[in-house]
């Protein structure tokens, strides 16, 4: 199963951290912390791939793959595919992607509860939900479109909108 | 793109982002947490999106590393608000911010229910995402048939469906019952005739879920598994959103491949053969493309069936097609593919037998130890590892050495390890594998731990050829400029010992060694003096005739370190001063160090032990112990320096003897916790107080060693030690699977095997092992019976006989699988070398469902098998008695602390031996004369006679004379009545009553356990 989620930024900043099984909010922070570490030390056209055993017990791996300014890290254990989370991760950057149209850190950063529910669409319970990102896509879409008949009152934000 | 901004969260967040530094943020986060505490106390004016700002705020606050112990109780409220953001925002923050065992989460389990049960499609998708993200055991108990409603349902929509197959999948995971296997296995299979492959893909990962654990009773998915699987390889009926980059579901393709490994074989021949079509075409259409995520995505389908291949165990041709393919992909430029070739391969390695196909890749793996991703260059340690055997050892084990230099440190240790490990198994001479440790030790000395150097110096001791060898690699090193203090550890040690030895070659006078040793002193940590000062007197020792200088320089040190603040140099200085002061008595007490004895390395078990536990890992294990350790085998069983000395036997013997009469309170200890641990006599090694002791400690960690192996042959073995064999007798290896309790008492039932020769060695809910045995002369065969108990297959049966040096034993083959309530009978063969009273071991283990049964079991394969009763008149005997005069062929010592018996039972005990009582042949009544023949192949049949002089006003002790034509004999057959008649070997006698089990580590580590030690016996003999 995937143990978890994390998206951080290159300083290290987490902006998006989903666990799978639970962990205390130290604990989290410490393996965001050593996962950082370890992302940092490696070069250019490596292998996504590390062992993170230390951290997470016997063969746990993680997949990452930087995009800009930003890690994303999935973290499971020997019964999933190393390439096919690559894959899903790959579907879940191109989901964000065509939600917030050439997707950027603050994007993320300021709709933290939007990539939430996307990630949600994607994987649930650790397990692959979905992999054909235009049927997230349509989900989400129904979802914002509960969200605002609910919500007439919200104020738009211009700035951060449409990013 | 629309989002669902609230302006209060967003300026939240960029006052976070404003902050200069931690401090700062702290200070927002904690004004933030206060006014939200605040508006939460008083919930009267709050509307339900402040409330849900307010709870996004907690999220964000506790994404950032912020305990956020207050405000739950508005999250889980949330869920039963009417409008969906509301409700959305609820559920999304509960399941990120509570662990399933919350109480809260109780309190919304009606609420959660309502909308599964309810008829909006939006709330059931919110409220299955959060019951699959979190639910625990309350929630599989009340929401499981609802949720197996939703799955099956036909006028429910794809999205909610696939959730709830996957909310299935947790609940089951919380609790098994939920799903009743005979209900829902025609339901499952049901679901895989779905067309949609978003639902498809869930339920296909519920049914990997469901085989892991219960193959059986999902059969019929089988057949459905590899239809799926055909229809993704001909693209038939996959709508193009399915397909990614080009290539259909390389997820579901994966998933389903996955599935079909947790079945055992495939037996229908149709079946098998599309899913081998399937399998070919994948494997032959797969190329490296330059799309990276083609490439990833066709490589993640052809991975998975490289590894089902494997799972099939297809012909050899196909394998080495795999093989081949591997080997192209280790080469090739993309990183990831070449990380997953090493792994398969290593994989490879271990379930099946291409070894010699995989050998052909060597240079290129070897080339991949230099590759810039310490990723790959991991793996391909790993596989080296993997591969290396006595055919290519020097060949790896020297470029690991040589990359040694250059690695990173992270993988320094690592790659030591290893290197010592195969250097060890697989050394084609002795000299080789010490120049490689020597080498490990000058070139990472920081990183070789010390189990390595200790098990250095035990290969050195036990090898007589060896020593002069290595006391002159140990000389050289000494010359280097700056060696690390391991490096003086070991070479002070060897040459302390050995050096002697090379007393005629330039710059190997005692007085140069001495000098040379004597140079590093002042660079060495606290822990090496005391070894440096054992050499010191060691060298004094040697220095014949005296050289008064020389004397008189290490006087003075030793001296110098009587006032030391290290209590253990301390000590040893005073004693070697005290010592030397005396002469001749310093040459039996500082004469050579006897023969460690022989056990499995403790790095090798350390490497097992890292090892975790999967199926094919433990085929890693099962090829380590096949794979005979050359280096073992070259290892020399005779007693080091002659036959025993007497005089050395008394004071060694105490500590045994205290150690036996306290060791059923130590068996007692193992029972009474119930679970099958071992205890460990060691003393943990911090609190050791002396050095030698912990120079030789971890590498007595195998078995606890009854006595100094000179005066005590039959621990040779290093298995069992006759005392505390019953702790021993059951030693699973992975302890947390082995529940499985033995039926009746293990020691009891061998110890009853001793005395008869049929009967049962072991039985446990799922299987019964008895024993038959004829015994002729010095040979054996006995017959194991293994039954199955059961109505269900055992299954990964392996049987490994452990035996000592002296027993040649030969197991005919044991099935890997015993059918359902029958019973398999494996001769084994035994030839009895010599005398000894090692134990031979059965390693014996097996699968049943989930459980993996390893025990360790004692055969009764003991002396007094291969013992004939003789019996011999007046006139036989005296000649034959007076002839075997004195030590070594005839032995006599006071036994004391003899449990009390009438003479009567005492006969009765020895003709149970086969030690045939010859009445009449004393004149005093209160003494006891016996005789037997012993049969071995070394020996032939030698006559023994025993006499024992009891005392009736003390029945605890007595004298005992054994003789015999063969002073090793004489030796064992003493020790082995002596145990007869100390220890108690029939548990059934009711102990003493017991003082209540202590926890192992409140053990004292005192004498009793330090004694078991050699290394720490002798030490305190120093």
């Known amino acids: ?163 | 793109m629309a989002l669902s901004g609230m302006r209060g969260l967003s300026v939240f967040i960029s006052d976070i982002r404003n902050c200069q530094n931690k401090e700062q943020e702290r200070l927002r986060v904690d004004k933030e947490l206060g006014k939200i505490r605040t508006r939460f106390k008083n919930e009267k004016g709050l509307t339900p999106y402040e409330k849900k700002k307010y709870v996004w705020k907690m999220l964000y606050i506790y994404m950032l590393g912020y305990d956020v112990d207050f405000g739950h109780m508005e999250a889980v409220s949330l869920i039963s608000a009417p409008k969906y953001p509301e409700k959305q925002v609820g559920y999304i923050v509960t399941s990120s911010l509570l662990n399933e065992n919350h109480d809260f989460l109780r309190l919304a389990i009606n609420t959660v229910r309502n909308d599964i049960i309810g008829r909006n499609e939006t709330f059931q998708c919110l409220a299955l995402t959060l019951v699959g993200n979190i639910g625990g055991r309350e929630f599989a108990e009340s929401l499981a048939p609802d949720v197996q409603k939703l799955l099956i349902s036909s006028s429910c929509r794809p999205l909610v469906r696939k959730k709830a197959a996957l909310c299935l999948l947790r609940l089951y995971r919380k609790n098994p019952d939920v799903v009743n296997v005979d209900g829902w296995s025609d339901r499952m299979a049901q679901l895989l005739d779905e067309r949609d492959l978003g639902v498809l893909t869930s339920s296909m990962s519920l049914l990997v879920a469901l085989v892991s654990n219960n193959h059986e009773a999902y059969w019929s998915c089988l057949p459905k598994c590899v239809k799926i699987l055909e229809r993704l390889a001909r693209n038939q009926d996959v709508p193009q959103e399915y397909t990614y980059y080009g290539i259909p579901s390389p997820w579901l393709q994966v998933k389903t491949m996955r599935a079909l490994q947790y079945f055992p074989t495939i037996e229908d021949p149709n079946t098998r053969r599309s899913l081998f079509e399937v399998l070919q075409r994948i494997l032959m259409g797969t190329d490296v493309v330059k799309n990276v995520n083609k490439n990833n995505a066709s490589h993640a389908v052809l991975f998975e069936a490289l590894a089902l291949v494997m799972h099939l165990d297809a012909e050899k041709e196909m394998m080495s097609q795999c093989v081949a393919l591997l080997g192209k992909f280790i080469a090739v430029r993309e990183p990831n593919i070449r990380y997953l070739g090493l792994e398969n391969m290593t994989r490879m390695l271990m379930v099946t037998d291409v070894q010699d196909i995989i050998k052909r890749h060597q240079a290129q793996i070897i080339t991949s130890l230099k590759d810039p991703d310490i990723s790959i260059r991991r793996r391909a340690l790993d596989l080296l590892y993997g591969m290396c055997d006595v055919s290519n050892a020097k060949d790896i084990v020297e470029e690991l050495l040589q990359y040694l230099s250059s690695a990173d440190f992270a993988m320094r240790e690592e790659l030591s390890l290893k290197a010592a490990i195969l250097a060890e198994k697989f050394a084609p001479d002795l000299s080789w594998y010490v120049d490689v440790i020597l080498q490990l030790i000058d070139k990472a000395g920081d990183f070789v731990s010390d189990d390595i150097w200790f098990r250095v110096v035990q290969f050195v001791t036990n090898n007589e050829d060896l020593q002069p060898y290595a006391a002159l690699k140990a000389r050289e090193y000494l010359d280097k400029p700056a060696i690390h203090e391991t490096m003086v550890k070991v070479s002070a040690y060897i040459l302390g010992e050995y050096s002697h030895l090379l007393a005629r070659r330039p710059g190997c006078s005692p007085k140069e060694i001495f000098n040379v040793i004597h140079e590093k002193l002042p660079t060495v940590s606290t822990s090496t003096i005391p070894i440096l000062l054992s050499t010191y007197a060691k060298i004094l020792m040697h220095t014949q005739p005296p050289d008064q200088e020389l004397q008189k320089q290490i006087w003075a040190i030793f001296s110098k370190y009587e006032s030391c603040i290290d209590a253990e140099i301390q000590q040893r200085a005073v004693e070697y001063q005290a010592l030397s002061m005396k002469g001749a008595a310093l040459m039996d007490v500082l004469a050579e160090m006897p023969k460690f004895p022989e056990r499995q390395s403790s790095l090798l078990r350390k490497a097992e032990d890292a090892e975790a536990d999967t199926a094919e890992q433990s085929a890693i294990k099962l090829r380590a112990q096949q794979q005979t350790s050359s280096a073992l085998v070259l290892t020399d069983q005779r007693p080091a320096n002659g036959s025993p000395s007497v005089s050395q036997l008394g004071p060694v013997k105490v500590p045994n003897m205290s150690n036996v009469n306290q060791s059923p309170a130590e068996q007692e200890l193992t029972h009474a916790n119930g679970a099958l641990t071992v205890v460990d006599p060691q003393p943990p090694s911090t609190s050791s107080p002396d050095l030698l002791g912990d120079l030789l400690g971890p590498l007595a960690i195998e078995g606890p060693a009854g006595t100094a192996p000179q005066s005590d042959p039959r621990v040779a073995s290093g298995l069992e030690g006759g005392a505390n064999g019953e702790a021993l007798a059951i030693a699973p290896i992975e302890e947390q699977n082995n529940t499985v309790q033995p039926i009746g008492d293990i020691a009891e039932r061998f110890h009853a095997l001793c005395l008869k020769d049929s009967g049962v060695l072991y039985e446990d809910p799922y299987i019964q092992i008895g024993i038959k045995a004829d015994w002729r002369a010095h040979h054996g065969r006995v017959v194991l019976f293994l039954g199955n108990k059961n109505t269900a297959p055992l299954i990964s049966v392996q049987a490994l006989i452990l035996p000592p040096a002296h027993l040649k034993m030969e197991l005919s083959l044991v099935p890997e699988t015993i059918p359902p309530r029958a019973q398999v009978q494996c001769p084994l063969e035994v030839i009895n070398l010599q005398p000894s009273r090692d134990l031979a071991v059965l390693d014996f283990s097996y699968k049943f469902g989930t459980h993996v049964v390893n025990v360790k079991l004692r055969l009764p394969a003991v002396l007094n098998k291969f013992l004939q009763p003789i019996s011999v008149s007046a006139e036989e005997f005296f000649p034959q008695w007076r002839s075997l005069s004195g030590p070594p062929l005839k032995l006599q010592e006071v036994v004391r602390g003899v449990r009390p018996m009438p003479l009567a039972e005492m006969a009765n005990l020895f003709n149970s031996l086969q030690l045939m009582v010859c009445p009449g042949l004393d004149p005093n009544t209160n003494n006891l004369v016996a005789s037997t023949t012993f049969y071995s192949e070394r020996t032939r049949a030698m006559l023994c006679l025993i006499r024992i002089e009891t005392d009736p006003a003390d029945r605890t002790q007595l004298r005992m004379t054994i003789a015999s034509g063969d002073p090793t004999l004489t030796f064992e057959l003493k020790e082995f009545i002596k145990e007869h008649l100390i220890s108690i070997p029939i548990p059934s006698r009711a102990p003493a009553p017991m003082p209540a089990p202590m926890p192992p580590q409140a053990r004292p580590t005192s004498p009793p356990t330090a004694s078991l030690d050699p290394g720490a016996l002798l030490a305190g003999l120093l």
Request: proline residues 3%.
């Open chain 1, 1 to 163: 199963m995937i143990r978890g989620v994390i998206i951080m930024n290159d300083q290290g900043k987490p902006r998006l951290v989903k666990f799978y099984e639970f962990q205390p909010v130290e604990k989290q922070q410490e393996l965001i912390r050593s996962i950082y570490k370890i992302l940092c030390s490696r070069a250019d056209n490596v292998s996504n791939f590390v062992k993170v055993d230390s951290l997470f017990g016997p063969d746990v791996r993680l997949v990452y793959k930087t995009f800009a300014t930003l890690y994303f890290v999935f973290i499971f254990d020997n019964s999933e595919n190393e390439l096919a989370m690559l894959d899903l991760m790959q579907v879940f950057v191109e989901t964000l992607d065509k939600c917030f149209s050439n997707v950027c850190e603050l994007d993320i950063v300021f709709n933290f509860n939007k990539v939430h529910t996307i990630l949600d669409e994607i994987i649930l319970g650790g397990q692959v939900l979905e992999t054909s990102s235009s049927e997230v896509m349509k989900a989400v879409d129904e979802i914002s479109k509960l969200e605002r008949s609910g919500n007439s009152i919200i104020p738009s934000i211009p700035g951060w909108q449409g990013r």
